[in-house]
C-alpha cells in the first residue's frame, strides 16, 4: 500500500478507558524527604495524574500533533512481512533541501522532532535546508510493530532506509539519539555512501583508543591525563550505569514481564517515563501538559507501550559483539553534538571510534532529548555541518540545501 | 500499644471491590508469536490467572484458611526510627523445652512461607528436637508496618525480629530463612551472636565468589586442588543463568523502588506478572495451583504498607554496601542445597557464607524450600539441631526435647 495521509485519532472508547483507569488509580506512600533518590517523586506523580484526570485536554493536543504532516505506508521487511510504518513528512520551500531522516529512541518519539522541524526546514540563504522525515520506529507510536522474535539491528535500518527510499530520497543524511544514535551508525554501514551520505548524532557512544587499533591514540590516551571536565563526565556515565540503567537491564530481559505493568498502569507509564524526562534532561522546564502528552502517545500508542520495550532485548541479546559488528566503523561523514547532560559523557577523544567524525560541537547546556531541549543548538550543530563552507556541504549530490 | 493484640487477617471490603474493578478494567500487552518464556511472564499464564482472580477465586475462604495460624500483632521500636506494629506467627510445641526458631521470608515471599513446616517442626517427638516458631512479616511485607523514614537497613530489619523473640521471651533463639531470611539469618549472627542468636540455618548460601586465599586460606587451598562435582558444575551454570539473565528485578528494585512502586500498587496484573515470573522460574517444576499463585499476590496486593514498600530492603541494603559486605560470625551454621536455587554456590565457596557445621544436599527443590520442600527442609534442621548433631543444645535449657 503506498502513502496514506494520517491523522492521530485515538477512539473514544481508549479514551473512556484511560479516565476509568485513572479514576481507580491507587497510589503507593512513600519515604519521608525521599526527593527523587528513590524513584519518581509521589507529589509529582499524584500531581500528573490529576491533571491528566481533570485538565488535560487529549483531544486538543492531538489536533496539535496533527498539524504535522502525517503519512503512514507498509515497507516490506525480509522475514517479517509488511509493517505499516508512521512518519512525518516535512518537505522545506527549498527544491534542493538535504533530504534528513530524524530517528528518534527511547522513551522518545516522532514527536521529539516537532521543535526542529520547522527550523531544519526554513529556507534562508544563511543556512542550509533540509526535507525531514521524522518516522515512529516499529513498535513505537503509530507505527505496527514485528510480530515475531528477533526484529534487530538489521531490520530496524532496513525499515528506515526503505521508508526513505520510498519517498524518493536515494540518498539522505541521519539525525539521531538514543536508539536512533545506534540505528544510525547501523544504516551508515550498511548503506553508507550509496544511500547514507552523512549522519549526525547528539549521542556519541565511543570506546576508549585500543592499542591495536590505534597505537598513537593509544599512548596519548594512556598519557594524558583527565580534564576535570572528563572526569566529570565519565562519574557521571558510571552513575548512570550504577544507579540509573535497572530499567536498561529489565527492559533487555523481561521486557514482557514489564510490559504488563506500562499496558495495564497509566500511572505506572507515566513514572516510568517521566522519571527519565526529568533524570535525563539538562532542568528541561517540563509543563504537565507537555509530559501528559508525552506519555499519552505512549499509552495510546499503536501496538501498545510493552512493543516498544523490545528493541532492548531484540538488540541488547545479541552480545555486544554483534551488536558491533552490525554497526561498524563507516567512513561516511559523522557529526557529532556532546550536551553535558547527555547519559554517557565519554571522552571526546573516543568519539573518534564511532566513525569518521567531521564536525563536532560542544554545548554549556542539554542532556538526552536534545532535540526537543535545545532544538536551536541541534538545528544550529546540523546547518553548520551541512552548510557551506561545512565539512559535509554537498554531500547529497543535487541537494546541497540551498535554492 | 506494646502488647501482643490476636490478628485476624480481615481485608476490607472496599478493597476487595477496588481489586475487582481494576480486574474488569485491565488492558493487556500483546506478545511476540512463540514467545514463550523468553520476554517474560507469558500472556496465556496471566490472562488465565486473571480470569480466575476475576471469577472463582475466593479470597475470604483463603483468609479464613490464613486465619487458622496463631497470628499476633506488637509494637516493636526501632532505634530512630520510633515503633512499627509487627505481625507475625507464633507457634508454640507441646515440647516445653523446644528450641525457639525465628523463621524469615524474603521477597516475593512472605509469613505464608511458614505454612508447611509449622507443623513439622513443633510436632514432638522422642526421634527429633522440636521448635516454637516465630514467623513474622518483615517490615513494609504483608500486614506489619513499614518503615516511614530512609535509611532502615538490614541492621534495622534485623533489630526488629531480634527484639521481637526476646519480647516473647526467647532470650536465646536459631534463626531459619531464604532470601532475605538469608541475609537476616547471617546479619543477626553477627550483630547479636554473642547475645541471642546461637545458631543459624539457610537454604540460600548466597555466595558468589571462591574463597579468598587472605580470608579462607584452607578453603582456598580445598577448592584449587579439589575439582568441582558434576552437581557444582550444573550449579554454576544456574547461578549464571541468573546473574546474567534474571537480575534486572533486583537492580531496578535496588535502584528506583518507589517508580516500579507506582505499577505495583496501581495495577494488579503487573504485580501479577512481576511475581508470577519469579514463583515459576525460581522453582523445580512446583506444581503452583492457580489460588496458590494469587494466594501469594493477593498478600503483597493487600498488604498493609502496600507492595510498593516491600522493595525498599532491595534499596537500603544495597546503597549501604551491607549486601556485599556481610560479616562472617564464628555462630554455627547450616547450609541447604537446593539444586534451583538462584546462586548455588560450590561447596567451598558456601561454606565461607559463616561457620558451617552442618551441610545437606538435595537431588530437587529450588528458592522458595520451605514452601516446596517443607518435609526435607525440616528434616535437615532437625538433623543440625538434634542429638548428637553439629547444634545440639546451642540454646540453654532448650534442647528440643523434654
Not at chain 1, 507501550?305 to 555486544?320: Q, T, V
Not at chain 2, 513443633?122 to 517490615?139: G, I, K, N, R
Not at chain 2, 496486593?301 to 525498599?312: C, D, K
Request: net charge negative; proline share 7%; glycine share 8%.
Amino acid at each position: 500500500m503506498s502513502e496514506q495521509p494520517f491523522k492521530v485519532s485515538v477512539p473514544d472508547a481508549d479514551l473512556d478507558l484511560l479516565h476509568q483507569k485513572l479514576d481507580l488509580v491507587r497510589f503507593p506512600d512513600e519515604l519521608e524527604e525521599a526527593g527523587w533518590e528513590y524513584g519518581t517523586p509521589l507529589a509529582d506523580v499524584k500531581r500528573l495524574v490529576a491533571h491528566w484526570k481533570d485538565g488535560f485536554d487529549w483531544r486538543k493536543a492531538e489536533a496539535e500533533i496533527n498539524e504535522l504532516p502525517q503519512f503512514t505506508r507498509d515497507i516490506e521487511v525480509d522475514g517479517f512481512g509488511a509493517l505499516n510504518i508512521h512518519y512525518i513528512h516535512q518537505k522545506s520551500t527549498v527544491e534542493n533541501a538535504v533530504p534528513l531522516l530524524f530517528v528518534h529512541g527511547w522513551p522518545g518519539h516522532f514527536l521529539e522532532a516537532r521543535k526542529i522541524i520547522p527550523l531544519l526546514t526554513s529556507a534562508s540563504p544563511e543556512h542550509p535546508s533540509f526535507h525531514v522525515v521524522a518516522l515512529s520506529l516499529p513498535g513505537f507510536g503509530f507505527s505496527e510493530g514485528p510480530k515475531k522474535k528477533d526484529f534487530s539491528i538489521k531490520q530496524y535500518p532496513e525499515v528506515a532506509n526503505k521508508l526513505m527510499l520510498a519517498l524518493g530520497y536515494d540518498e539522505y543524511v541521519t539525525q539521531g539519539g538514543d536508539w536512533g544514535f545506534i540505528i544510525s551508525k547501523a544504516m551508515a554501514h550498511m548503506y553508507g555512501h550509496k544511500h547514507v551520505k552523512a549522519w549526525h548524532t547528539n549521542c556519541p557512544v565511543g570506546q576508549p583508543p585500543s592499542p591495536s587499533k590505534n597505537p598513537f591514540r593509544f599512548l596519548l590516551f594512556m598519557v594524558t591525563p583527565w580534564s576535570a571536565e572528563e572526569r566529570a563526565g565519565i562519574m557521571r556515565t558510571q552513575a548512570f550505569r550504577k544507579e540509573g540503567s535497572g530499567y536498561m537491564q529489565l527492559q533487555s530481559t523481561r521486557p514482557q514481564t514489564l510490559g504488563y505493568n506500562l499496558a495495564d498502569s497509566p500511572a505506572g507509564l507515566l513514572a516510568w517515563i517521566y522519571e527519565k524526562l526529568v533524570t535525563w534532561t539538562d532542568n528541561y522546564p517540563w509543563t504537565d501538559d507537555e509530559v501528559l502528552t508525552w506519555i499519552s502517545v505512549y499509552w495510546f500508542s499503536r501496538d501498545g507501550p510493552a512493543a516498544s520495550l523490545r528493541i532492548y532485548k531484540e538488540l541488547l541479546k545479541l552480545g555486544p559483539e554483534v551488536m558491533a559488528s552490525g554497526a561498524q566503523y563507516s567512513t561516511v561523514p559523522l557529526g557529532l553534538s556532546y550536551f553535558p547532560k547527555e547519559l554517557f559523557c565519554l571522552p571526546r577523544a573516543w568519539s573518534q571510534s564511532i566513525g569518521n567524525v567531521v564536525h563536532e560541537s560542544v554545548h554549556e547546556h542539554g542532556g538526552h532529548f536534545a532535540a526537543f531541549e535545545r532544538p536551536d543548538d541541534l538545528a544550529n550543530d546540523v546547518r553548520a555541518m551541512f552548510g557551506k563552507g561545512g565539512p559535509a556541504y554537498g554531500v547529497v549530490p543535487g541537494k546541497n540545501g540551498y535554492a | 500499644m506494646s502488647d501482643e493484640q490476636p490478628f485476624i487477617l480481615s481485608v476490607a471490603d472496599a478493597d476487595i471491590d477496588l481489586l475487582n474493578k481494576k480486574l474488569q478494567l485491565v488492558r493487556w500487552p500483546d506478545e511476540l508469536q512463540g514467545a514463550d518464556w523468553d520476554y517474560g511472564s507469558p500472556l496465556t499464564d496471566i490472562q488465565r490467572l486473571v480470569a480466575r482472580w476475576k471469577d472463582g477465586y475466593d479470597w475470604r475462604k483463603v483468609e479464613a484458611e490464613i486465619n487458622e495460624l496463631p497470628q499476633f500483632t506488637r509494637d516493636i521500636k526501632v532505634d530512630g526510627f520510633g515503633a512499627l506494629n509487627i505481625h507475625y506467627v507464633h507457634q508454640k510445641s507441646t515440647v516445653k523445652n523446644a528450641i525457639p526458631l525465628l523463621f524469615l521470608h524474603g521477597w516475593p515471599g512472605s509469613f505464608l512461607e511458614v505454612r508447611k513446616v509449622l507443623p513439622i517442626l513443633t510436632e514432638a517427638s522422642a526421634d527429633h528436637p522440636s521448635f516454637h516458631v516465630v514467623a513474622p512479616s518483615l517490615p513494609g511485607f504483608g500486614p506489619s508496618e513499614g518503615q516511614h523514614k530512609p535509611e532502615f537497613d538490614g541492621s534495622k530489619y534485623a533489630e526488629v525480629v531480634n527484639t521481637l523473640m526476646l519480647t516473647l521471651g526467647y532470650t536465646e533463639y536459631v534463626v531459619q530463612g531464604g532470601d532475605w531470611g538469608s541475609f537476616l539469618g547471617r546479619k543477626l549472627a553477627a550483630q547479636y551472636g554473642s547475645t541471642s542468636v546461637k545458631a543459624w540455618h539457610t537454604n540460600y548460601p548466597n555466595v558468589q565468589q571462591p574463597p579468598s586465599l587472605l580470608r579462607f586460606p584452607s578453603l582456598y587451598l580445598a577448592h584449587l586442588f579439589t575439582p568441582y562435582t558434576a552437581s557444582e558444575k550444573a550449579g554454576l551454570e544456574r547461578t549464571k543463568w541468573f546473574l546474567s539473565t534474571s537480575r534486572a528485578y533486583f537492580q531496578e528494585q535496588a535502584t528506583k523502588p518507589q517508580t516500579i512502586g507506582y505499577t505495583f500498587a496501581d495495577s494488579p496484573v503487573a504485580l501479577l506478572a512481576w511475581i508470577y515470573e519469579k514463583l515459576v522460574q525460581w522453582t523445580d517444576g512446583y506444581p503452583w495451583t492457580d489460588d496458590e499463585v494469587l494466594t501469594w499476590i493477593s498478600v503483597y496486593w493487600f498488604s498493609r504498607a502496600g507492595p510498593a514498600a516491600s522493595v525498599r530492603i532491595y534499596y537500603e541494603t544495597v546503597t549501604t554496601g551491607e549486601y556485599h559486605t556481610l560479616p562472617w560470625s564464628p555462630v554455627p551454621c547450616g547450609l541447604s542445597y537446593f539444586p534451583k536455587e538462584l546462586v548455588v554456590a560450590p561447596r567451598a565457596w558456601a561454606r565461607t557464607i559463616g561457620n558451617v557445621v552442618f551441610e545437606s544436599a538435595h537431588e530437587s527443590g529450588g528458592h522458595f524450600a520451605a514452601h516446596e520442600k517443607p518435609v526435607e527442609l525440616v528434616a535437615d534442621v532437625r538433623d543440625m539441631f538434634r542429638k548428637g548433631g553439629p547444634a545440639f543444645g546451642v540454646v540453654g535449657g532448650r534442647t528440643g526435647y523434654d
